[in-house]
């Protein structure tokens, strides 16, 4: 299980990693074609805004995977391991609520904007398959989150639930 998180999540990062490459190739090209052609790239605003999202949302599986979000520790040095267990706890399971919760948005604004046809102001693209692409990712993400729930052991070992901890 833990093999197919980590090629789920590298992949999604991948996918990041290019389209962050390709957000930077449109910045180079139209602050060039702005500031010595006067002649900046019309279309450069609203793809990276699309990119934007992407570009969180497909970083998003790798760093529940790495258990990388942001945490607030200050009661954890003071606290015995059962109290640290506890809030480790509390704390995955915020992660499954909370990103199960984007995932969900996200997939009902996909389907609304599918329903609707919203395109973007310039090219005219359709917004929904964006949309549903960050919907997957957070879906993968939510998954993550609930298997490493689940199964405190997977992608890190000193993890506070992990089951070989002394009390």
């Known amino acids: 299980m833990e093999n197919l998180l980590k090629s789920l999540s590298k992949a999604l990062a991948s996918f990041a990693c290019i389209v962050l490459l390709a957000v930077m190739l449109i910045t180079f090209v139209d602050v060039v074609g702005r500031y010595f052609f006067n002649s900046p790239i019309t279309f ?84 929904w398959p964006v949309v549903i692409l960050m919907a997957v990712a957070a879906s993968v993400a939510a998954f993550i989150a609930l298997v490493q729930f689940c199964i405190p052991s997977i992608q890190g070992d000193t993890h506070p639930l992990a089951p070989d901890l002394e009390d």
């Open 44 to 127: 450069a605003v609203e793809t990276i805004q699309l990119s934007m999202g992407l570009l969180v949302l497909f970083g998003l599986a790798i760093t529940t995977l790495d258990r990388g979000h942001i945490a607030v520790d200050v009661l954890d040095t003071v606290a015995p391991k059962s109290v640290q267990r506890i809030f480790a706890m509390l704390a995955a399971l915020s992660a499954v609520v909370f990103i199960t919760l984007i995932a969900w948005r996200l997939w009902d604004r996909g389907i609304k904007f599918y329903e609707d046809g919203l395109a973007t102001d310039v090219l005219f693209l359709p917004v």
